[in-house]
């Protein structure tokens, strides 16, 4: 969630496994979503270059997140969330903070490519049939200055970014803004996000609140049999274990062999085959950091997994993942920070009342078990007023150490796709 404050003016202007079985350093799940069909509403470029967009902002986002968090650690983002959302605030920036947004998250910087991008990935987005995708965006403005938002900042986000806009009484009563706003994404998410925004988030002084909420719930096409999960160990360090509850496999799949990274991937389909898992596991069973490494320094692309069908026994741990993840820490490392200083030019959002970000926020939940997916995203900005290839065999994938994973929604089967979740899985939850 990213909220606005108003700033004050100076006097002198008056004015965000496969078999895991002996994985523990680096779990990195992608979550990818890929539509059936391209979205008819914008040229395939503009919706291309938002994806490639997204996709170079997961690797930004995961690696600040890796680095702020420390080895050891599992992380679990959601950079679509996060993009989605900051595209709003995008839209209404201008000057240094336009230039720093537009860097940081990797926008296109034609305006007209931006937005039919955006378009198309919203329609896009909400053509995934056989599972439950579900996207909302929504502002909501202080009563007192909604009369001074811009009109067309107010129609590109209503009708680039497909968000609500509703008037709220921030000034008077904003703690019960802030309730009624946590209801929303509690709403949105199915209960998975609740209490986005903490007490003191929201006070007199916010101007606008700018949210998205994501919900995913997909079966997969092949589910596990429940009675082949029982305790293993899964390696957090080269010598340390715990107890996990790990699932297991024997299926044809996508495998792959990532020679420049040390690892290996598998792509777990849902009942909609467009939409997949995929696990990144290094073969080391402390390469988690050396992959990161490996990343950091651009050795692969993860959006060009050479992935092809084969045998594969598959061990894959269940786990559930939840975080807060505070977006303005991050996006200050990743370079975007006058959007939340006194010289923050967000002039193309309202007219007359000078604002600048005070907090961004996002919260996340992923459950993957037998069955399959759930998944949920919300992610916030408060906005105030100023104050001053392989061969035929069976292939083993046995996620017993830590390894990384990506949620991805794409235009086709081998293109590139927008990474709704991202995570690491470094120290499952044990056994009960």
């Known amino acids: 969630m990213i909220g606005f404050s108003r700033t004050k003016r100076s006097a002198a202007s008056n004015a965000g496994y496969a078999d895991l079985f002996?994985?523990?350093?680096?779990?990195?799940?992608?979550?990818?979503?890929?539509?059936?069909?391209?979205?008819?509403?914008?040229?395939?470029?503009?919706?291309?270059?938002?994806?490639?967009?997204?996709?170079?902002?997961?690797?930004?986002?995961?690696?600040?997140?890796?680095?702020?968090?420390?080895?050891?650690?599992?992380?679990?983002?959601s950079p679509l969330s996060a993009s989605l959302v900051t595209a709003m605030v995008h839209a209404g920036a201008r000057g240094k903070t336009l230039e720093e947004i537009t860097k940081g998250l990797r926008y296109p910087t034609d305006k007209d490519t931006l937005e039919k991008g955006f378009s198309s990935l919203h329609d896009l987005l909400a053509n995934t049939p056989n599972v439950?995708?579900?996207?909302?965006?929504?502002?909501?403005?202080?009563?007192?200055?909604?009369?001074?938002?811009?009109?067309?900042y107010k129609k590109t986000i209503t009708e680039v970014h497909k968000s609500d806009v509703e008037s709220a009484d921030f000034l008077n009563n904003h703690d019960k803004e802030r309730i009624s706003i946590n209801n929303w994404v509690s709403d949105k998410t199915h209960e998975k996000i609740k209490d986005l925004l903490q007490p003191g988030v929201v006070t007199p002084a916010t101007a606008m609140v700018l949210v998205n909420a994501i919900y995913f719930y997909g079966k997969w096409k092949e589910q596990f049999?429940?009675?082949?999960?029982?305790?293993?160990?899964?390696?957090?360090?080269?010598?340390?274990?715990?107890?996990?509850?790990?699932?297991?496999?024997?299926?044809?799949?996508?495998?792959?062999?990532?020679?420049?990274?040390?690892?290996?991937?598998?792509?777990?389909?849902?009942?909609?085959?467009?939409?997949?898992?995929?696990?990144?596991?290094?073969?080391?069973?402390?390469?988690?950091?050396?992959?990161?490494?490996?990343?950091?320094?651009?050795?692969?692309?993860?959006?060009?997994?050479?992935?092809?069908?084969?045998?594969?026994?598959?061990?894959?741990?269940?786990?559930?993942?939840?975080?807060?993840?505070?977006?303005?820490?991050?996006?200050k490392?990743?370079?975007?920070?006058?959007?939340?200083?006194?010289?923050?030019?967000?002039?193309?959002?309202?007219?007359?009342?000078?604002?600048?970000?005070?907090?961004?926020?996002?919260?996340?939940?992923?459950?993957?078990?037998?069955?399959?997916?759930?998944?949920?995203?919300?992610?916030?900005?408060?906005?105030?007023?100023?104050?001053?290839?392989?061969?035929?065999?069976?292939?083993?994938?046995?996620?017993?150490?830590?390894f990384l994973g990506r949620l991805v929604v794409s235009s086709s089967l081998s293109g590139p796709g927008a990474t709704l979740m991202a995570f690491q899985l470094a120290r499952p939850a044990a056994t009960d």
């Not at 990195?28 to 890929?34: A, E, N």
């Open 333 to 402: 490392k990743m370079g975007m920070q006058s959007m939340f200083e006194q010289s923050a030019d967000f002039s193309g959002m309202f007219d007359g009342v000078p604002v600048a970000v005070s907090d961004a926020i996002q919260k996340t939940f992923m459950d993957v078990n037998e069955e399959g997916t759930e998944a949920a995203a919300a992610t916030a900005f408060v906005f105030k007023k100023k104050l001053s290839l392989g061969g035929p065999r069976t292939q083993r994938f046995h996620a017993e150490h830590p």
């Open 132 to 152: 439950t995708l579900e996207i909302a965006n929504k502002v909501f403005v202080e009563k007192t200055a909604h009369a001074k938002l811009v009109e067309g």
């Open 225 to 331: 049999d429940k009675k082949q999960t029982y305790p293993e160990d899964f390696y957090i360090t080269k010598s340390q274990t715990v107890k996990v509850p790990m699932m297991h496999m024997t299926k044809n799949m996508r495998y792959a062999e990532i020679p420049e990274l040390d690892a290996k991937a598998v792509e777990l389909c849902y009942t909609n085959e467009n939409v997949c898992l995929q696990i990144i596991l290094p073969n080391a069973k402390d390469g988690l950091e050396g992959l990161q490494q490996k990343l950091r320094a651009g050795a692969f692309d993860l959006s060009n997994i050479p992935f092809y069908p084969t045998k594969v026994q598959l061990s894959l741990p269940k786990f559930k993942l939840e975080e807060t993840i505070n977006i303005k820490d991050l996006f």
């Open 22 to 77: 002996g994985f523990i350093g680096f779990l990195f799940c992608l979550l990818t979503i890929v539509a059936s069909t391209m979205a008819t509403t914008a040229p395939a470029e503009p919706l291309a270059a938002v994806l490639k967009s997204v996709n170079d902002f997961t690797l930004d986002l995961y690696l600040k997140a890796a680095e702020a968090k420390g080895p050891g650690k599992n992380i679990l983002v």
